[in-house]
């Protein structure tokens, strides 16, 4: 089982930045991509930003030359650095990572999701 865990979620000023930090555990034998989706009241849930293994990255149009999806060093974790913010950013945002578990079968895994809010 492969547990994923959000952080850094809050409340930003129209114009300000958060990090979000993904941290994923468990029967992990290799990770094959992580990302970040959000979802607001009312709307669906849409890709924000996703990152394979092998560093290729996707944004979400709404979110580009504003947000960047970055692995780090510990592979089992994925930041989403969020500059200028804006109210139509506000969602509940969540974590998915897919890979293999330790019996080789393939995981799909979503965290709970951290709520960001963007308002004066």
């Known amino acids: 089982q492969v547990q994923v865990e959000e952080s850094g979620g809050g409340l930003v000023q129209p114009g300000g930045s958060l990090t979000l930090v993904c941290e994923a555990s468990?029967?992990?034998?290799?990770?094959?991509?992580m990302g970040w989706y959000r979802q607001a009241p009312g709307k669906e849930r849409e890709l924000v930003a996703r990152?394979?293994?092998?560093?290729?990255?996707d944004y979400g149009d709404s979110v580009k030359g504003r947000f960047t999806i970055d692995r780090g060093d510990a592979k089992n974790t994925v930041y989403l650095q969020m500059r200028n913010l804006k109210p139509e950013d506000t969602a509940v945002y969540y974590c998915?990572?897919?890979?293999?578990?330790?019996?080789?079968?393939?995981?799909?895994?979503w965290g709970q999701g951290t709520q960001v809010t963007v308002t004066v």
């Open positions: 998915n990572v897919m890979g293999y578990d330790l019996t080789r079968s393939i995981y799909d895994s």
């Open positions: 990152i394979t293994s092998g560093g290729s990255t």
């Open positions: 468990g029967s992990i034998f290799n990770i094959v991509g």
